[in-house]
């Protein structure tokens, strides 16, 4: 357990970090795509089926992250931020006195 955030958890596995779990919403990663297919299958067997991504893209906690080049990251929440506007229940295309 993370002593900083105890919603999260970390694993050394052959000397590099390899899992981070938040709540319900879980990033595996590993330099060895091995390490991570391990990983992957005792969670499936312990929770059924996953939802698993792999690349570039993905969505992690309601962000969208597209892993770029030279170790950028792209974050975007257009789909959460519509969610709170549409959850308002008010037009927002009116200006304010």
């Known amino acids: 357990i993370n002593p900083y955030d105890r919603c999260v958890a970390n694993k050394m596995i052959n000397s590099s970090q390899c899992i981070v779990f938040y709540v319900d919403d879980n990033n595996v990663s590993h330099v060895d795509p091995a390490v991570n297919d391990q990983i992957l299958q005792i969670m499936s067997d312990h929770f059924g089926d996953l939802t698993i991504t792999r690349g570039?893209?993905?969505?992690?906690?309601?962000?969208?992250?597209?892993?770029?080049?030279?170790?950028?990251?792209?974050?975007?929440?257009?789909?959460?931020?519509?969610?709170?506007?549409?959850?308002?229940?008010?037009?927002?295309?009116?200006?304010?006195?």
């Open 56 to 97: 570039k893209k993905h969505t992690f906690l309601g962000m969208d992250l597209l892993f770029t080049e030279g170790r950028k990251v792209e974050i975007l929440m257009e789909e959460q931020c519509q969610e709170a506007v549409d959850a308002f229940g008010e037009d927002l295309s009116t200006p304010v006195p």
